[in-house]
């Protein structure tokens, strides 16, 4: 729980300076208080599921993505997600695309 509180911390961080929003700010925009954001990101408290949801909003990121390591970090590629569930999607796609074709030719003979 310490390891994902403390992605969770850095994540927010990292992306709340790189949208140039101060603590504050992102408290207003996320609705919570100030203290909170400044606790989350000290690692001293953990967010509910609504409050993480509107962070990850707010920031505009998945969820998990709050979750993982930061891109560039030791063992962020273990975390490469997306390219890995779009690259067996669209495997899966032009699998099915071409069973269903099949079946539809077979059927017109």
Known sequence: MEEARALLAANIRVRRKKLGLTQEQLAELVHVSYQMIHDIEGCRTWVSD??????????????FELLLPPAGEKGAETYSIR??????????????????????????E
Not at 50 to 63: H, N
Not at 95 to 102: C, E, G, H, V
């Open 50 to 63: 609504k409050t993480l949801g509107r962070l990850s909003a707010t920031l505009e990121v998945d969820i």
């Open 83 to 108: 390219p890995q569930l779009l690259t067996r999607l669209r495997k899966d796609l032009k699998t099915n695309i071409d069973r269903q074709m099949d079946e539809f030719l077979e059927n017109l």
